[in-house]
């Protein structure tokens, strides 16, 4: 499975941006396609998960709830956050990963990545 993420940038406090993250390869295998962010010095964190297939059941790191939004476009096997009301501390490396467990919150957990995109927030 190769990943590629797209849609970082810089942005002021309070604002959004979408980052995409396009699937490709043997994406049978995917059962669910996660948000990871770091932070020079920081274990990888995680931020959001979607499921790929079915329902889109999604589960979100305390830190975003209410912020950022997890989707989906399975025809297009792509997976988005939308990250509102952005904050200085999201400024973070982004990546986005596969997995085939049911629940994955640990980078361990995931099988395949995709290159960070940079999202930098200034206050």
């Known amino acids: 499975v190769q990943l590629q993420a797209s849609g970082g940038g810089l942005v002021q406090a309070g604002g959004s941006l979408r980052l995409s993250c396009a699937a490709s390869?043997?994406?049978?295998?995917?059962?669910?396609m996660g948000w990871f962010r770091q932070t020079p010095g920081k274990e990888r964190e995680f931020v959001a998960t979607i499921t790929r297939i079915g329902d889109a059941m999604t589960e979100y790191a305390d830190s975003v709830k209410g912020r950022f939004i997890v989707s989906k476009d399975y025809a297009k096997n792509t997976a988005y956050l939308q990250m509102n009301s952005l904050k200085p501390e999201d400024t973070a490396v982004y990546y986005c990963?596969?997995?085939?467990?049911?629940?994955?919150?640990?980078?361990?957990?995931?099988?395949?990545w995709g290159e960070g995109t940079q999202v930098t927030v200034s206050s």
């Open positions: 390869g043997r994406t049978f295998s995917v059962y669910k």
């Open positions: 990963a596969t997995t085939r467990r049911g629940t994955a919150t640990k980078p361990y957990e995931y099988d395949y």
